[in-house]
T-cell receptor, first 109, second 112 residues
Framework: GQQVMQIPQYQHVQEGEDFTTYCNSS?????IQWYKQRPGGHPVFLIQ?????EVKKQKRLTFQFGEAKKNSSLHITATQTTDVGTYFC?????????FGSGTKLNVKP | AAGVIQSPRHLIKEKRETATLKCYPI?????VYWYQQGPGQDPQFLIS???????DKGSIPDRFSAQQFSDYHSELNMSSLELGDSALYFC???????????FGPGTRLLVL
């Protein structure tokens, strides 16, 4: 079956440092979505990538979809304490999405 | 803007009991997804419905069943509950099955 792997599992950074989480799939994905889940909350949609090699930016967040559509990354520049949470990628095809295991980000002020 | 509504928000049951979780998607959304998230784990896809028909099945146990009704709301029925069923159950909805999934606040189920 399709699996979506995500690394690292945990990341502790000092406020102002950069952060990157990587997502890899065993099979080609039709699209990939990124979500952020705060402790005790529900996953909140951040972005969807569809095209091979696509790069999208949201303020300090940069999302990338690999050329082979099997991997993706989320990079946060100059982290802030508000970035704390677990970042999940979710890749899949029509009607079925598999979440990565998530990267838990902790930002020290 | 209206969001996905889930009820109840919290539920406590005993082993071998049954539970029904309800999900009301965002208006005009025709696709519903159910996920189970254990403590410290990622959401595991259970099942999805598109236009009231089951569209895909993930790791949903045989003890669970779900359906989507004519008004597009969905119910997850869980029988013979086990301790391991204790988790956060999320419902998400989207339009057309290919678009962004919007998650509800979840139902926290505790099986004693």
């Amino acid at each position: 079956g399709q699996q979506v792997m995500q690394i690292p599992q945990y990341q502790h950074v000092q406020e102002g440092e950069d952060f990157t989480t990587y997502c890899n799939s065993s099979t080609t994905l039709s699209n990939i979505q990124w979500y952020k889940q705060r402790p005790g909350g529900h996953p909140v949609f951040l972005i969807q990538l569809v095209k091979s090699g696509e790069v999208k930016k949201q303020k300090r967040l940069t999302f990338q979809f690999g050329e082979a559509k099997k991997n993706s990354s989320l990079h946060i520049t100059a982290t802030q304490t508000t970035d704390v949470g677990t970042y999940f990628c979710a890749g899949g095809n029509f009607n079925k999405f598999y979440f990565g295991s998530g990267t838990k980000l902790n930002v020290k002020p | 803007a209206a969001g996905v509504i889930q009820s109840p928000r919290h539920l406590i049951k005993e082993k071998r009991e049954t539970a029904t979780l309800k999900c009301y998607p965002i208006p005009r959304h025709d696709t519903v997804y159910w996920y189970q998230q254990g403590p410290g784990q990622d959401p595991q896809f259970l099942i999805s419905f598109y236009e009231k028909m089951q569209s895909d099945k993930g790791s949903i146990p045989d003890r669970f069943s779900a359906q989507q009704f004519s008004d597009y709301h969905s119910e997850l029925n869980m029988s013979s509950l086990e301790l391991g069923d204790s988790a956060l159950y999320f419902c998400a909805s989207s339009w057309g099955g290919r678009e962004t999934q919007y998650f509800g606040p979840g139902t926290r189920l505790l099986v004693l």
